[in-house]
């Protein structure tokens, strides 16, 4: 019985964990941070992009329009990087390491490549398998960017916040991702 309520007891974390951020800090978004990290790479390489400004808002600006915007607020985070966010990818790099070595989820090991839907679909080869996440890991990063944010940040962050933009991303998320599914996986398979 205890395995079968392990999603809403991990549910419930996570509302915990959102709602926690939202009161004491703010939102939670990680997909920003790829660009922060992006910005600071760029920053060594061309050290121009992010300059001092002390008549924009943050007091730093950039030659980039996107770095730019919100009176140079990311060209800031681009500059002094330490900041709730870049923290904030830290602590999930933390927890996940964290929940390794304190016994958290121990994956067989044929589903330490691949889970067996996957292996069932689409055969054993890590290859294969790499690939396609890879690949999907960019559309959906790509994505956030192009919408402005990622799924931790207008999903649920949003819709706790009963923001409609929100529900209207987390309905498209849906309307993507069930098909997507069903394409991959087809229809009725068995249940792994």
């Known amino acids: ?46 050290p121009d992009v992010v300059v001092e400004d002390p008549g924009t808002k943050s007091g730093f600006a950039s030659s980039n329009a996107y770095l730019a915007k919100s009176g140079g607020k990311y060209a800031s985070h681009v500059a002094k990087p330490v900041n709730y966010g870049f923290v904030f990818v830290l602590a999930i790099v933390f927890g996940a390491f964290l929940s390794r070595v304190t016994g958290g989820p121990r994956p067989q090991a044929s589903d330490r490549v691949a889970p067996a839907a996957w292996r069932e679909r689409f055969g054993a080869s890590p290859g294969k398998r790499y690939a396609i996440a890879f690949l999907g890991g960019f559309l959906v990063l790509y994505g956030s960017r192009l919408a402005g944010g990622c799924t931790s940040g207008h999903m649920m962050s949003g819709m706790m916040q009963t923001s409609l933009s929100g529900y209207l991303f987390a309905a498209g998320a849906f309307a993507t991702a069930i098909p997507a599914a069903i394409l991959m996986y087809g229809r009725g398979g068995s249940r792994v």
């Open 1 to 46: 019985m205890t395995g079968q309520l392990d999603w809403l007891r991990g549910g419930i974390a996570l509302a915990l964990a959102f709602l926690i951020a939202v009161w004491l800090v703010k939102p939670i978004g990680v997909s920003t941070q790829f660009v922060i990290a992006d910005g600071m790479i760029w920053d060594q390489i061309s």
